[in-house]
């Protein structure tokens, strides 16, 4: 009788042991879902403003090269940018579905999320690894291209598409010459001016604040001084980069999102499949 009463008393601590795992376990999973939701949700808001950071970085890199493409000789250098805006339209609908299986878990919007997810990462790695490429080829190339279209220049009323490009480009990052404005003053580049005129760089070197600035260098302060070489490698690196790290981020994030995701599609049940249950065809 001692032993049966013994034997009793372990069964009962056995099953009070099992009992406390059981809700330890229970008390643990509802604390990950709790959380998996709370990041899923985040997340999702974090998605949504990432995508006009996109938008902005790819916009900025096909304006660069619609501006400069006389000297940005490599016609895929916009790739990076289109990618990036395609990559910000499919995160506005990805945001969208975050947020709502955080609130309410559904098998179909969790499979779509995680297709969503995995299309976003294929164009975001293909736009970070295209910026880093194409910035350090046209670096490579940007001096030789810049210094052949300013040998062609032949003065500031020229109809050559060349000489207007030169100009722009001037103006625009309100540089003078390639390294600086005495570039102007070198064999290489003398041809445009009229013999009996002296030294002097193009008008396009002129401060926007100076209205009556011809390019006399004898009044320095009143030109651009600093070269377009540098300028333009300077924006160039700035933008690509710009695409490298936001894709770059991006991908973790939305690495985190779908590991979130995976998390509550462990613990929601296949409800839908209940149709192949055997009472159905009973």
């Not at 990036?84 to 975050?98: C, K, N, R, W």
């Not at 559904?106 to 779509?112: A, E, T």
């Not at 736009?127 to 279209?149: C, D, F, N, P, W």
């Not at 490009?165 to 390639?178: M, N, S, T, Y």
């Amino acid at each position: 009788m001692v032993v049966v009463s013994l034997g009793s008393q372990g069964m009962s601590r056995m099953k009070m042991v099992r009992t406390f795992v059981m809700s330890f376990h229970c008390l643990e999973d509802s604390w990950i879902r709790s959380f998996a939701r709370t990041l899923l949700m985040f997340l999702g808001l974090v998605l949504w403003g990432a995508a006009a950071a996109l938008a902005f970085g790819g916009a900025f890199v096909i304006l660069m090269y619609k501006n400069y493409k006389c000297f940005l000789q490599e016609s895929f250098l916009p790739l990076p940018g289109w990618l990036a805006i395609a990559a910000a339209f499919v995160l506005l609908p990805t945001g969208i579905l975050a947020i709502s299986i955080s609130a309410k878990s559904s098998r179909y919007r969790q499979g779509v999320l995680m297709y969503l997810l995995l299309i976003l990462l294929c164009l975001e790695t293909s736009s970070a690894l295209l910026a880093q490429i194409y910035s350090t080829r046209v670096a490579s190339e940007l001096k030789s291209t810049m210094g052949h279209l300013f040998y062609q220049y032949n003065g500031p009323y020229s109809e050559n598409p060349l000489s207007r490009a030169v100009d722009k480009i001037q103006r625009k990052l309100q540089c003078c010459g390639i390294q600086n404005y005495t570039d102007w003053l070198t064999a290489a580049t003398v041809s445009w001016h009229l013999p009996t005129e002296k030294a002097c760089v193009p008008e396009s070197c002129c401060k926007a604040t100076y209205s009556h600035c011809r390019g006399d260098l004898c009044q320095l302060e009143q030109l651009f001084q600093e070269g377009c070489l540098r300028k333009l490698e300077d924006q160039l690196r700035f933008v690509m980069l710009y695409i490298f790290w936001c894709c770059a981020v991006l991908s973790v994030l939305e690495m985190l999102a779908g590991f979130s995701n995976g998390i509550l599609m462990r613990h929601q049940p296949f409800q839908d499949l209940r149709i192949l249950d055997s009472a159905t065809f009973s």
